[in-house]
């Protein structure tokens, strides 16, 4: 990253209403599945499908390293390694907004996921919370981050804006809820849940960083038009 000025919104002004209802219908969807998955400890048939379609797929040893390190991605000690790492570039580059946003973005979705747990009582493999998946939610996190800040980098409209957000954290999403799904760490519903938590927190912390340091340090144009 190249130093470009602090003043860059992380939440894109022409993609902020559709990402704004993407954020509300994920937030609604989270805390719907939460109710209807209250005290299960079984999986629904479409999560019973997803686990007996990849289960084989991390049979071969590579496979199997693979959706290790992937998981490993969202335990405590990597997943602070990471958002120290990303924070680090986006100071290098002079982003303060998207270096608060990189911490508090995911620390945020890391804390609503640890607290809805035990509150949606989902079990998996006997006593295990399940829902939502705290690793999947993660990820999402880290990729809806930089998603924003593509998109504002590169100053997109409404659609192609929204469009560069999801891509990332939905990438990041799959490839966890593969690792997670196919080792029966959690049922596929569950790493659905995780992304929208995540969706909704990152997007909502982001409308609040713009706010507060936009008050704090009036915005200038990071990129100045020739």
């Known amino acids: 990253m190249t130093r470009t000025g602090d003043a860059l919104p992380v939440v894109p002004r022409a ?55 992937i998981g490993s ?3 405590p000690g990597p997943a602070a390694v990471l958002v120290l790492l990303v924070a680090f570039l986006f100071r290098r580059a002079g982003q303060t907004r998207f270096l608060v946003l990189v911490v508090a973005g995911p620390v945020g979705t890391g804390v609503l996921t640890t607290v809805a747990k035990p509150i949606a009582g989902r079990f998996i493999n006997g006593d295990n919370l399940s829902y939502p998946s705290g690793h999947t939610a993660f990820v999402t996190s880290i990729g809806v981050v930089l998603g924003l800040f593509l998109a504002a980098r590169w100053q997109l409209g409404r659609f192609a804006g929204t469009a560069v957000v999801l891509a990332p954290a939905l990438l990041f999403a799959v490839a966890m809820a593969w690792s997670q799904v196919s080792d029966r760490v959690h049922y596929l519903s569950d790493t659905f849940g995780g992304f929208c938590v995540a969706l909704a927190v990152v997007t909502a912390t982001g409308a609040i960083v713009d706010t507060v340091l936009e008050r704090v340090k009036p915005g200038r144009r990071p990129f100045p038009r020739p």
């Open 73 to 75: 991605v969202g335990d």
């Open 15 to 69: 993609a902020r209403v559709p990402l704004f209802v993407l954020a509300v219908a994920a937030a609604v969807t989270a805390v719907v599945l939460g109710i209807l998955f209250h005290g299960h400890t079984l999986g629904t048939p479409l999560d019973e499908s997803a686990y007996s379609a990849l289960k084989g797929s991390i049979e071969p040893p590579v496979a199997y390293a693979v959706a290790w390190v």
